[in-house]
């Protein structure tokens, strides 16, 4: 609440009480590397899949964007635009 607080009310940077350095939100920022984490699980993932659902994306950015062509099960894309090519099974 207090981050909250700080970023919507005052309008200012939130500040870590024990170093002073800036407090950044739990995601990764463009140009960020990914988690080692996220490299580790994805071809156990990604072979465990049985659908996969596409979410109001561009699928412009790399890693990420090569992940609906490296499964192998139907993909369901909610989107305004076509962003990827259509495989057999897929569902638009």
């Known amino acids: 609440e207090k981050v909250k607080e700080t970023i919507v009310e005052k309008k200012e940077i939130p500040k870590c009480v024990k170093c002073g350095g800036n407090v950044k939100p739990d995601i990764v920022f463009f140009g960020e590397n990914l988690p080692g984490r996220f490299y580790s699980l994805l071809q156990k993932d990604i072979r465990k899949a049985d659908l996969m659902l596409i979410l109001g994306t561009s699928l412009q950015v790399a890693p990420v964007s090569a992940i609906p062509g490296m499964v192998n099960c ?6 305004r635009e076509l962003v990827m090519n259509v495989k057999r099974d897929d569902i638009f």
């Open 74 to 79: 139907p993909r369901v894309l909610f989107n």
